[in-house]
């Protein structure tokens, strides 16, 4: 069984910081990349940033330059350091993981965290 436990959601005030936390645990090898996505109330799930296992990383649009994304390996954490907070960053956000080899490649969700952001 895999895990993905996330942490570090919460209310901040525009402008304020917060780094959220996701760490696979269990029957998981091979990490091809990691990543967060959101979901607004109303809104589809969108991706916010996602890392690979060699390093890339990739961020949407709405938050390149206030949030940045980051690993360690050896703990098989990623975590999301979220800057500059607008109140259109209120969302759950919920962190993905795919690993595996070959046709045994999964994806995994982790169960989301609460990020809301006061004007």
């Known amino acids: 069984q895999v895990q993905l436990v996330e942490s570090g959601g919460g209310l901040v005030q525009a402008g304020g910081s917060l780094r959220l936390s996701c760490a696979a645990s269990g029957s998981i090898v091979n990490i091809h990349d990691m990543g967060w996505y959101r979901q607004a109330p109303g809104k589809q799930r969108e991706l916010v940033a996602f890392?690979?296992?060699?390093?890339?990383?990739n961020y949407a649009v709405s938050v390149k330059g206030r949030f940045t994304i980051s690993k360690d390996s050896a703990k098989n954490t990623v975590y999301l350091q979220m800057n500059s907070l607008k109140a259109e960053d209120t969302a759950v956000y919920y962190c993905?993981?795919?690993?595996?080899?070959?046709?045994?490649?999964?994806?995994?969700w982790g169960q989301g965290t609460q990020v809301t952001v006061s004007s």
């Open positions: 993905r993981v795919t690993a595996g080899y070959y046709f045994n490649t999964y994806t995994y």
């Open positions: 890392i690979t296992g060699g390093g890339s990383t």
